[in-house]
């Protein structure tokens, strides 16, 4: 408990020395006490030979003196751990590292120079990453901390894994962690192949006492980049021919970055449709995602995906026919 409150004291004191004057309310918000605990950490600090000063009124606050800057700025082990953390504050949350990597984007602030500090400060409460899709919910894989406390530590670890092959037991070396548009995923080794994980497929995982030797050279962003290209090219796999009517071009990002582009590059014709090739996954995949683009988009080819279109539309107008498809 004593050493919470010297590092809630430590956490004030920040405060203070980053914002000149602020609220005791503001306060409070940010450490996540009452107002009465930020009054008796204020007196406390005092008592220590701080000099903060209060002011009343609607304009009121409290502030450090002038000039007055403290040198207590060092990181605790914790801190630095979660320094990577700090301006990314879902993913401090979800990791558990909250605290510490609040306490830790504090301290470094603290550190810099006044004017620079300033800046930073300004631009911090300017900035905000929310890595979640539109209508979606960010939630966290029941097992992220276990894993991460692998990755950390540089321990192998024995997972049970569904993808869309089945359900299996795994011994993967876990490298690193990665949150893409609100998801997490492991990168991991088995062997000498990476791999890419979804965390939230792991459905069971221990970690186990044997430490694995760090690749040499080994760069978390680069194997990342080479592996997402590398998956999304195996699923260029068919082609389509297709045409746009113009009131769909600001949906056709649903059909992913590499359609999209060859659609927004296509010269539109007379009435306003635009021809182009792209790339498709399979004929099942391409029909639920043209689907629903509705009558404002054509396919010319192949004709198995025409059928497995016509198919599809001749069931949902069945279905709301009344009849069975």
Known sequence: ??????????????????????????????????????????????????????????????????????????????????????????????????????????????????TTREQAYHASERFYLDPADWYRRSTTPPHLRLVAAAVWAGHVVQMDYESWSGRRRRFVEPLGLVLKAGTWYMVGRQETRMSIYRVESIRRVHI?????????????????????SRFESSLRRLRATIRVAQSAMSRVDRLGADAAEAIHLAQPDQDGWRHATIWIESIGHAAGMLLGLGSEIEVLAPKGLRLELAKRATQVCTLYRGGRP
């Open 1 to 114: 408990m004593c050493f919470m409150r010297a590092d809630r004291l430590l956490s004030l004191l920040m405060m203070l020395q980053l914002r000149g004057r602020t609220t005791a309310g503001d306060l409070s918000t940010q450490l996540g006490v009452s107002v009465r605990t930020v009054y008796r950490d204020i007196e406390t600090l005092i008592q220590s030979g701080v000099p903060i000063s209060s002011d009343r009124g609607r304009t009121g606050g409290v502030r450090l003196a002038h000039g007055y800057q403290t040198r207590l700025t060092g990181l605790s082990a914790d801190e630095a751990q979660a320094l990577p953390f700090a301006s990314v504050a879902v993913a401090a949350a979800a990791l558990g590292f909250a605290e510490t990597a609040e306490a830790a984007r504090l301290k470094v602030l603290a550190a810099l120079p006044r």
């Open 208 to 228: 186990l006492p044997r430490k694995y030797i760090q690749p040499q050279n080994f760069d978390l962003a680069t194997v990342w980049q080479e592996e997402v």
